[in-house]
């Protein structure tokens, strides 16, 4: 089964722009892995904030976005406020079966 | 509004069974594929399964850990997905959420229910 990376935690200033990103242990990511991206915040269920690489749910706020970047996964968080602190997961579909990345705790500091 | 609620979670003995539902309302839930994902206690998320809708086969999908023991189930004239868990392990301790698998849906997460296996 393939293993699904991304960064533990990251840092960002109020304001700032950071970019999450998603990787596989089979190589590149591509479109064809229908990446999807959750935000979860403490003592809540997951939400889904972006699927097939880039769309957005209509909750989803515009400064976050998605995209494929230098062979990975990405979310793009610009202008982050701080209520954007929270977990990120990412999951791609990996041979019919979808795997989750270990997560990125961001902290907006 | 789409949601989705579990129930049926609770404390279990090592090497026993569990059932849980899913109760979905607010979206035709037959024409959406549904996962279980679950999140042990301080941990990330881990996909446990899927199942299709019955209009593309009704299969069903497992991850390593589970398969063969946890099976996914649907019924779509109660709008219910179920999760029969078998030969519970220490490790399969956790909050279970189900999800919609449909974009449509906003792929809705349930609140979860919480499944402690200890002796």
């Known amino acids: 089964q393939a293993v699904v990376t991304q960064e533990p935690s990251l840092t960002v200033s109020p304001g700032g722009t950071v970019t999450l990103t998603c990787g596989s242990s089979t190589g590149a990511v591509t479109s064809g892995q229908y990446p999807y991206w959750f935000q979860q915040k403490p003592g809540q269920a997951p939400r889904t904030l972006i699927y097939?690489?880039?769309i957005k749910h209509s909750w989803t706020p515009a400064r976050f976005s998605g995209s494929l970047l230098g062979g990975k996964g990405a979310l793009t968080l610009s202008d982050a406020q701080p209520e954007d602190e929270a977990d990120y997961y990412c999951s791609l579909f990996c041979s019919g079966l979808r795997v989750f990345g270990g997560g990125t705790k961001l902290t907006v500091l | 509004e789409e949601q989705l609620v579990e129930s049926g979670g609770g404390f279990v003995k090592p090497g026993g069974s569990l059932r849980l539902s899913c109760a979905a309302s607010g979206f035709t839930f037959k024409n959406a594929w549904m996962s279980w994902v679950r999140q042990a206690p301080g941990k990330g998320l881990e996909w446990v399964g899927r199942?299709?809708?019955?209009?593309?086969?009704?299969?069903?999908d497992y991850a390593a850990p589970v398969k063969g023991r946890f099976t996914i189930s649907r019924d779509d004239s109660k709008n219910t997905l179920y999760l029969q868990m078998n030969s519970l392990k220490t490790e399969d301790t956790a909050v279970y959420y189900c999800?919609?698998?449909?974009?449509?849906?906003?792929?809705?997460w349930g609140k979860g229910t919480t499944v402690t296996v200890s002796s």
């Open positions: 097939d690489t880039s």
């Open positions: 999800a919609s698998d449909a974009s449509w849906t906003g792929n809705v």
């Open positions: 199942i299709k809708t019955k209009s593309d086969g009704g299969t069903t």
